[in-house]
């Protein structure tokens, strides 16, 4: 193997692992302390690398709960997706989708709706940031799939009304108001809204 392959594999392998590192601390310090009170100097100094290098990977702790966060949410679409699979019933379908979501984003109340509002008002060039935009893109992508098995749903409307759905659980997950309810207070009003826009 020429010596520029095994240089070029190599640095690749250390990028990977301070990433991983990056990831682990940050997902270890956002789930015990909060985002709000982590600062990036500890996540640098638990993944045991300089904040300058830290900024390498993400530019400011917004973009590091993007990436902590996206990890779990694209867990948390493919148990939706498979759990979808399993059912007829086109609400219930959408409904499947949307549970594991509200439960990830609920794991740490105050981590999720920061996630939210990083998604909303993120700087979209960063690729962290990117890929949260992404996933969200694939989950109304899913809905949409779920809507288009139901002959009473037009085919173009199935992509709207996937996005009035994620509309609808974004806004539900981020309000103030719902700081304190549980996945299933959150579940349940988005279900009373989400049946309003389907065909009975």
Excluded: W
Excluded at 121 to 127: A, K, M, N, R, S
Excluded at 129 to 158: C, G, K, M, Y
């Amino acid at each position: 193997m020429p010596a520029a392959s095994r240089t070029v594999g190599r640095r690749e392998r250390n990028k990977q692992e301070k990433l991983d590192r990056i990831t682990a601390a940050a997902t270890e310090l956002f789930a015990e302390h909060g985002v709000d009170e982590v600062t990036t100097q500890q996540i640098a100094d638990k993944a045991d690398i300089g904040t300058g290098t830290l900024f390498l990977y993400a530019k400011n702790k917004g973009e590091l709960l993007l990436l902590v966060q996206n990890a779990t949410y694209a867990d948390a679409l493919i148990r939706g997706r498979a759990a979808a699979d399993l059912l007829p019933e086109p609400f219930e379908a959408v409904m499947a989708i949307v549970r594991p979501v509200v439960e990830c984003n609920r794991k740490q109340i105050d981590n999720g709706r920061t996630y939210l509002r990083e998604m909303a008002f993120g700087d979209p060039e960063e690729p962290h940031h990117r890929d949260a935009l992404n996933l969200n893109a694939q989950t109304e992508e899913a809905i949409a799939d779920v809507l288009r098995r139901d002959e009473r749903i037009e085919p173009d409307a199935a992509p709207v009304l996937a996005h009035i759905v994620s509309a609808i659980a974004f806004i539900t997950m981020a309000a103030t108001v719902n700081a304190g309810s549980s996945v299933e207070e959150l579940l349940r009003e988005i279900g009373d809204q989400v049946r309003v826009i389907l065909p009975r």
